[in-house]
């Protein structure tokens, strides 16, 4: 797989029995933009597209599972909130042979690890805890901890979020300690740990910094992690077959664990779950776990219809904002040529934007006996999931995949429609620059424009441009770079007039920027 994949409600009220509005209530009423439009598809034909590609994906998993020695494999993509596209291959269960499915259910480990910061994210927003609370507020044990330095900030919750707490690298280690009971995380505290890092510094990859944000669940909302992840997350995306425990699930859907050696298959014991279970203790199937992707997808573009899920659209975007990102120069895209990304980690998620443009929220999972991933692309409205039950093994060629997406259906991002002040503007710019109309000036020119270059000397430089390019002929479509900013190109004569714009941040904008450049 190419380096680019391997590397995203107010405080709580106090109502009195007074019937007028309380301060915080009259706060929490805001102004909406009334014609603001949010990006969109343009023909939109992504599942069609996606739905045709299947067979190439089915053949593509089986090639990968017979490669790999996986024993089963189960995947599934999404578009926005409908499951276009599911397939397995193989046996969830040697022994009994039964194959695996869309409705099998495998331990994605790892991929647990964003439940849990949608959790404190949800706290969060409910006003029960700060992210940033040390640590050491609901952990007291934290508190005797031996710094790395005199000079190392106090680990806090977003600390914890975003493995930056200075814990070091721990997956072998932390993965054989899911089923430890709580009071060993605590007494691990007490004892002491180990750092690689002072807080606040670099990111490192840490299990125990994931089972530690699960006891801080537990102290605040009062009931044990996997109660409250159940009831505040699974239950509203009606989860209703995603499981904590192996034995909870049915034995005609459990995947087993194996692992591949002396070219053979070897039974991995089935860990029950425990204080790491904030860190990788989930099982659901790919029909459930779809449920969440498309929650996931949902949080895009930003607008203002209905917004009722666990979390709010705005805080699944926190969840989908790097921290201490990288730019990884040897980085490669799906057909392995160099293409450089950057790459950082969110709260339970990995974000990267590659030289593309493509941003791409993800993580992987890793247990004995189990692999998994996801993959999902915001501005595309695309996501993706395989879980296999084979020791950390990737459980999908995702450049092959990728190739299949980004070159055969050639998925394109939303497109954001012109803003109505910035068609109203274009045209007026139009105007500007053949006549220089001193009353449509002062209508629409911001006053540091000419400030910052007088007007003598703007009209000069238009004015050549205008005698290179000759009579205009017509004026293209505005492209916005967002509500306030964009270009256009006027053809001439002689050739194409560029022109851009950005206006100010009054409440009626005015031009503060313009450039007018002649193409030939």
């Known amino acids: 797989m190419p380096r ?264 991995e014991p089935m860990l029950h779950d425990g204080s790491y279970g904030a860190m990788g203790g989930l099982i659901t199937s790919i029909e459930d776990f779809s449920k969440y992707v498309s929650f996931h997808l949902s949080a895009w573009p930003p607008r203002s219809d209905s917004d009722d899920g666990p979390v709010k659209r705005g805080s699944l975007r926190d969840m989908h904002t790097p921290h201490l990102s990288n730019l990884y120069t040897n980085a490669e895209d799906w057909n392995g040529d160099p293409c450089a990304a950057i790459s950082g980690y969110g709260f339970g998620l990995g974000i990267s934007k590659d030289c593309n443009g493509i941003v791409r929220v993800s993580h992987g999972g890793a247990l004995p006996g189990f692999g998994s991933n996801y993959s999902f692309f915001p501005e595309l409205g695309v996501g993706l999931m395989a879980f296999c039950n084979l020791t950390y093994t990737s459980p999908w060629p995702f450049s092959e995949i990728g190739k299949l997406l980004f070159e055969t259906v050639k998925l394109q991002p939303r497109e954001l429609p012109v803003s109505d002040i910035l068609i109203k503007r274009k045209d007026q710019v139009v105007q500007l620059i053949q006549n220089w109309d001193e009353q449509l000036e002062r209508e629409i020119i911001a006053e540091n424009f000419y400030l910052d270059k007088s007007r003598e000397q703007r009209m000069k430089e238009v004015k050549d441009v205008l005698d290179q390019a000759g009579a205009i002929v017509s004026t293209g479509e505005m492209e916005p770079r967002n509500q306030l900013r964009g270009s256009f190109k006027i053809q001439a004569e002689k050739g194409v007039i560029n022109v851009f714009f950005t206006l100010s941040p009054e409440k009626d904008p005015k031009i503060q920027r313009l450039s007018v450049n002649f193409e030939g």
């Not at 499915?101 to 994210?121: D, E, H, L, Q, V």
Request: net charge negative; hydrophobic share 35%; with cysteine.
């Open 4 to 267: 680019i994949f391997c590397y995203a409600l107010g405080m709580l009220l106090l109502i009195s029995c007074d019937s007028q509005p309380t301060e915080n209530q009259q706060k929490s009423v805001r102004n909406t933009s009334t014609s603001y439009r949010p990006p969109s598809f343009l023909n939109d034909d992504r599942a069609e597209k996606i739905k045709e590609i299947a067979p190439r994906i089915q053949q593509l998993i089986e090639e990968h599972a017979n490669s790999q020695h996986l024993p089963g494999v189960a995947y599934g993509i999404v578009v926005d909130n409908q499951l276009v596209v599911k397939g397995a291959t193989g046996v969830l269960d040697i022994e009994s042979n039964l194959p695996s499915t869309p409705k099998s259910a495998f331990r994605i480990a790892s991929m647990t690890k964003s439940f849990t910061a949608m959790a404190i994210i949800k706290l969060r927003d409910e006003g029960e805890l700060s992210l940033s609370d040390r640590a050491a507020k609901y952990i007291p044990e934290m508190a005797g901890l031996e710094y790395l330095t005199a000079d190392a900030p106090d680990i806090d919750i977003k600390n914890l979020l975003t493995m930056t707490a200075g814990f070091p690298e721990d997956n072998p280690w932390g993965d054989r300690q899911l089923n430890e009971p709580d009071q060993m995380l605590v007494d691990h505290m007490d004892g002491g740990v180990s750092f690689s890092n002072p807080p606040s510094y670099q990111f490192e990859y840490s299990n125990m910094g994931y089972a530690l944000l699960g006891k801080i669940i537990s102290e605040v909302s009062g009931m044990p992690y996997q109660q409250y992840i159940t009831q505040s997350i699974l239950q509203p995306l009606e989860m209703n077959e995603t499981y904590w425990e192996y034995d909870s699930v049915p034995t005609d859907q459990l995947a087993i664990g194996y692992r591949w050696e002396n070219e053979q298959w070897k039974l």
